[in-house]
């Protein structure tokens, strides 16, 4: 009689490329919303938004990191530039990269990894908006890919200028 408790056979180990999102939190957060109730009920326009965005990583042990983005959104009534709001967000993962190359690590916790965040943070300043009595800011679509690139030039530009003063 076959026992009906015999543990499947356990799968290959795969060798493709992988990230694996472990835990996705909030390390910081905070809205500010200096002249309500005023800015509320004096029917604000829609207001001037400057989104500033960083991106951080580290490793954390073996495959395993640590990436975050993290925002400072600024808005501004655009009639007497007195600020609307002000949301300061600072959102992280703990990723494990599987068979990734060394070389590919970086592009991969800088453009990869925040892609996959996007969505998360774009929802939670949305509901943060919305909760601080605006209508819900959706933050447009963002190319992580070329804020790495340039990056990757700043860097480049800076190690050619120190190098040149050496």
Do not use: C
């Not at 609307?84 to 970086?106: C, R, S, T």
């Not at 929802?123 to 009595?133: D, K, L, Y």
């Not at 990757?152 to 190098?163: C, P």
């Amino acid at each position: 009689m076959a026992d009906s408790k015999t543990t499947p056979p356990a799968p290959a180990q795969s060798t493709e490329p992988s990230i694996q999102v472990v835990a996705q939190y909030m390390k910081d957060f905070s809205f500010e919303n200096p002249h309500a109730p005023e800015s509320l009920v004096s029917g604000w326009p829609a207001p001037e938004t400057n989104v500033q965005i960083s991106l951080a990583q580290h490793p954390l042990k073996d495959n395993a990191y640590e990436a975050s983005l993290n925002f400072r959104i600024e808005a501004k009534n655009k009639k007497d530039n007195k600020m609307a709001f002000i949301i300061d967000l600072h959102y992280g993962a703990m990723v494990v990269l599987h068979n990734i190359p060394k070389e590919n690590v970086q592009p991969v916790l800088m453009v990869e990894v925040p892609k996959l965040l996007f969505p998360f943070v774009r929802e939670i300043v949305a509901n943060m908006t919305s909760q601080g009595g605006y209508p819900p800011l959706y933050l447009t679509p963002i190319s992580f890919e070329a804020i790495y690139v340039s990056e990757m030039k700043r860097l480049q530009s800076e190690k050619a200028k120190q190098s040149g003063t050496a």
